[in-house]
């Protein structure tokens, strides 16, 4: 480490960590092996909502510059990040977390395995995310349904959702399993399963088995075509998930909700 650094005495460092300069590593704080943090970040900042709970990095993780993570906070193996990322106290999050630059985290929030943030999205306090899901870049979530007031809804987003560029989510909504949620769109509603949605306020399109793109060759769910962007290790339980979104596409067929096209989400 440079003499730049400052590690407090009380953090745990793994072996063949590389920590860059002018970077704080505080007390309570656990960094697994061959983590890689650069210049210019805070891990482990001191919070009394975090009543005493470390912070603990995954090994293998990579967090890049300008990055600082709030004391509490536990995250799996292959951690990532871009730059200038802020995640608060007491989040937990599985294995191949990826944080787009920009993006922040604002506490208490849980995240599943392989999931996906691009830049400058922002997650509410609380919200609670699923296995392999997407949120492309400006995502917002918001809780607050009567702002400012001490209130929180949180938004919850199943496995394998996409959300994409530009959605805005709106307090206490419910994305379903397997669902899309076109761009720019302004989800006031529950999205049910395998349901495709778009606008302001999101109204359905179509479901999951028939969301085709004749121009690209492409065809819903993606693993279908994106399958090799991830490692071997997250196969099982992609598998396992695919399976789930496969058997929801079949039920709604054989016996179809009572939400359609065009109805509002």
Known sequence: MSSLTKIAPGARIGRNVEIGDFTIVHDDVVIGDGCKIDSHCVIGYPNLMAQGRPLVIGANSTIRSHSVFYQGSTFGEGLATGHGVLVRENTTAGR??????????????????????????????????????????????????????????????????????????????????????????????????????????????????????FEYGLKAPWPRHFRDAYPETSYALMDEVTGRVHAAIAAYRAYPASAGEGQRC
């Open 96 to 213: 191949g977390l990826r944080i787009g630059s920009n993006s922040d985290i604002e506490g208490d929030a849980v995240f599943g395995d392989w999931v996906r943030l691009h830049s400058e999205v922002h997650v509410g306090k609380g919200a609670k995310i699923g296995h392999f899901v997407w949120l492309y870049p400006r995502v917002q979530f918001t809780n607050d349904p009567f702002p400012p007031s001490h209130l929180c809804l949180e938004v919850a987003i199943d496995d394998m959702a996409v959300i994409a560029t530009g959605v805005l989510l709106m307090p206490g909504v419910h994305v379903g399993l397997g669902a899309f949620v076109g761009a720019g769109s302004v989800v006031r509603a529950d999205v049910p399963d395998i349901h495709c949605v778009t606008g302001d306020p999101a109204r359905t399109f179509t479901t999951l088995d028939r969301f085709v793109s």
